[in-house]
């Protein structure tokens, strides 16, 4: 059985490269003076299909036999995932059928079907997506391709670690005091964990999570996969896993820790990305900014490498924020 590696991640590398987008690493002079240090911002907000996703999604899709390809693939979202997947499949010729949540964002179930995926709705909160993926999977002979758990998808996430570290040495940079990056189901920043394992052991792997939905702080506090307590909601919608996963969370072990940011904080971090950077980013894809601007991270005198994974915001949430009319559940 494949298992999740460096030397993964290196070929992942390879496979999805003059596919997905190596997304710039962005900073601003604004931002360094408001923190007292110097922050490189790896905008995957700009990524193909809006996030980070669309790496690890190509990654595992681009690899499907002609025989798979036929039988489609499955996968089960709130919505960058889902696009992500989507997207990956309609580039590889194959169908792709998406189990999402029937509150996501409008604008992550119209940009599946913008890509040609199928959207088969499900309540978050009575109705497992596990289950019912698997069962589409099964029933159609269909390969599913999981969120976080799947070795190609966390090796495929790992290349923004190879990007960020590259473009950070072009910039003088070497070695980062700290980068900072969410965490839900994990893959992500395992994936981001397996590249600086490698190639830069001595800085700290920093995630961040929705204050409510703090899985991966509660678990590696205990040293096993534990689920969050009820929660009343979060704008992070991208972040709403209620636990590790079960590949992910070993790697992540070697996260120096995680924080946790309210509502109202990664609100500020999206209208501080918009008004100062010029960047659209969702509020899941903002937690590690919203860490920085509340002093959850440190960076003064510091060079902190800061993973936005997102861009893919309801347009009226966003307008909301933008405007100072959001008032946060919690």
């Known amino acids: 059985m494949h ?72 996968a089960y979202s709130s919505g960058n995932h889902a696009q992500a997947v989507a997207a990956a499949a309609r580039m590889v010729g194959t169908s792709a059928i998406i189990v999402m949540p029937a509150d996501s964002p409008t604008v992550k179930v119209e940009g599946v079907r913008a890509f ?12 497992s997506r596990e289950a019912i993926g698997e069962d589409i999977a099964a029933s159609k002979g269909s390969v599913l391709v999981r969120p976080f ?3 190609f ?12 570290l590259d473009q950070a040495k072009a910039l003088g940079v070497a070695p980062l005091d700290q980068l900072v990056c969410g965490a839900s189901g994990g893959g992500l920043i395992a994936g981001v964990n397996l590249a600086m394992a490698a190639l ?62 309210s509502d109202a904080e990664v609100a500020e971090a999206v209208r501080y990305a918009f008004r100062l950077l010029k ?5 899941g894809g903002a937690v590690s900014l919203a860490a920085l601007l509340a002093g959850k991270v440190q960076a003064q005198g510091r060079t902190t490498a800061v993973v936005l994974s997102g861009g893919n915001v309801d347009p009226s949430l966003f307008a909301a924020i933008i405007e100072d009319r959001f008032t946060p559940i919690a």
């Open 3 to 74: 298992t999740a590696s460096f030397a993964g991640v290196q070929d992942a590398a390879r496979q999805i490269a003059g596919h997905a987008v190596r997304t710039p690493l962005i900073e601003s002079p604004a931002l360094n003076a408001h923190v007292g240090g110097r922050v490189l911002l790896k905008a995957e907000n700009l990524q193909l299909a809006g996030a980070f996703k669309f790496r690890g999604a190509y990654n595992r899709i681009s690899r499907l036999t002609d025989d798979e390809k036929a039988r489609g693939v499955v």
């Open 116 to 127: 040609g995926g199928e959207v088969r709705m499900y309540d978050r909160y009575t109705e």
């Open 149 to 151: 758990d799947d070795p």
């Open 153 to 164: 998808v966390i090796e495929g996430q790992g290349t923004i670690g190879l990007e960020i």
């Open 200 to 261: 830069s052991p001595h800085t700290p792997v920093i995630g961040v999570e929705p204050r409510h939905y703090n899985d991966t702080q509660l678990s590696l506090a205990a040293g096993e996969r534990l689920t969050h307590a009820p929660a009343p909601g979060t704008i992070c919608d991208a972040l709403m896993t209620d636990r590790p996963g079960e590949l992910t969370f070993p790697i992540n072990r070697r996260l120096e820790r995680v924080e946790t940011v």
């Open 279 to 283: 960047l659209v980013v969702e509020p």
